[in-house]
């Protein structure tokens, strides 16, 4: 039994949520969970693209989540300067196979 001053780790994330998102001069850097093995991409999309069928485009991965680190980030450069406004999300092409 674990006492309360040695609580046990945390549970790895069981979905992708992007935790935070801060910026530094001109460029954007995101912040996510996601479960070991996933393949993330990160897709972003501008106010004009919203009004199209497919609006968010990959700018970046695929970025692998592994065992040792299921919080990453990606940092997108110029962000700031070169769009008036940019809306992100994190694609997953694969998740995780279950262990037995």
Do not use: H
Not at 43 to 65: C, H, M, R, W, Y
Not at 86 to 97: D, F, G, T
Request: hydrophobic residues 30%.
């Amino acid at each position: 039994m674990r006492s309360p001053q040695n609580p046990p780790p945390p549970a790895p994330p069981s979905e992708v949520i992007i935790t935070s998102i801060e910026t530094a001069g001109s460029d954007v850097k995101i912040y996510w969970s996601a479960p070991s093995g996933s393949k993330c991409y990160v897709q972003a999309a501008t106010p004009k693209n919203l009004s199209v069928n497919a609006p968010f485009e990959d700018i970046a991965g695929p970025i692998l989540i592994t065992p040792e680190s299921t919080i990453t980030n990606y940092l997108d450069p110029g962000a700031i300067t070169n769009f008036d406004a940019r809306y992100y999300r994190i694609r997953v092409e694969s998740q995780p196979v279950p262990r037995e």
